[in-house]
């Protein structure tokens, strides 16, 4: 059956379609990762070509075709992001974000905590630039999907706290390691417990603290798990680290 159904959604991405129209990619509330043509949109007269660009929140209309591709037929803006946007550091990071969820989210699958995650991250980004946001981000997305690394425990060996001390974390392993088990890369107790913090309910706290070298350990980390499981780098972050 076709036809016409509202959602809230997130643009991840667009490309060109032809001369005027783009595809527009985005994670919706209710049908999950939605591929959608807007005809018309590259035309300077369009009525809804600025409302459909990466980051912004939107109510949207669509025509469900008989392809693969549905058609937008009414956007109405909710949320444009103005503070990212406006920022090179924050748009950066923010399409890290989208770019993470576009590979991990399935087309037609609703999935509303991945929606309601994206949507709090981008807010929480809006209000503050601090890195440690993608980091949570990341960590949180793959507990989402059950790849939640083990963090209190060597996840080798099991032997944890305070009879050893966790010194590494390896993405193959799933996790930190004790210094019998060592392997991967090395961490240390603040960025481990920063991570902690993160991932068991204290992410206000995490945020909330000094930006330090765990921030920027954490986010390697982060990055490295990430990149492990979906078995490919993530262009956007790579932009970052050169920018």
Do not use: W
């Not at 809230?8 to 595809?23: M, N, P, Q, S, W």
């Not at 890369?185 to 204290?202: D, V, Y």
């Not at 995490?206 to 765990?214: C, F, R």
């Amino acid at each position: 059956m076709t036809g016409l159904y509202r959602d809230h959604g997130i643009v991840l991405r667009t490309y060109k379609l032809g001369e005027a129209d783009r595809i527009v990619v985005f994670i919706t509330e209710g049908h999950g990762k939605i591929r959608a043509v807007a005809k018309g949109v590259r035309k300077t007269k369009s009525k809804f070509g600025s409302r459909l660009e990466p980051c912004s929140h939107v109510a949207v209309q669509f025509y469900e075709g008989r392809g693969e591709l549905d058609i937008v037929t009414q956007v109405d803006s909710v949320d444009h992001f103005r503070p990212i946007r406006d920022d090179f550091d924050r748009i950066n990071r923010a399409t890290a974000m989208l770019e993470a969820v576009d590979q991990m989210g399935l087309e037609r699958e609703s999935n509303p905590p991945l929606y309601r995650m994206l949507l709090g991250a981008l807010r929480a980004l809006a209000a503050q630039d601090n890195p440690l946001v993608v980091s949570a981000f990341f960590l949180k997305l793959l507990s989402l999907e059950g790849l939640r690394p083990q963090l209190d425990e060597c996840v080798l060996c099991g032997q944890a706290p305070p009879d050893i001390v966790l010194v590494a974390f390896d993405p193959n392993s799933g996790g930190a390691l004790c210094p019998g088990c060592r392997r991967g890369r090395a961490i240390s107790p603040a960025a481990l417990a920063l991570m902690q913090q993160i991932l068991g309910g204290q992410l206000t706290a995490a945020l909330g603290q000094p930006i330090s070298p765990a921030t920027y350990e954490v986010a390697t980390v982060a990055t490295d798990v990430m990149e492990h499981h979906l078995e490919r780098r993530l262009r956007s972050v790579h932009v970052m680290d050169r920018s």
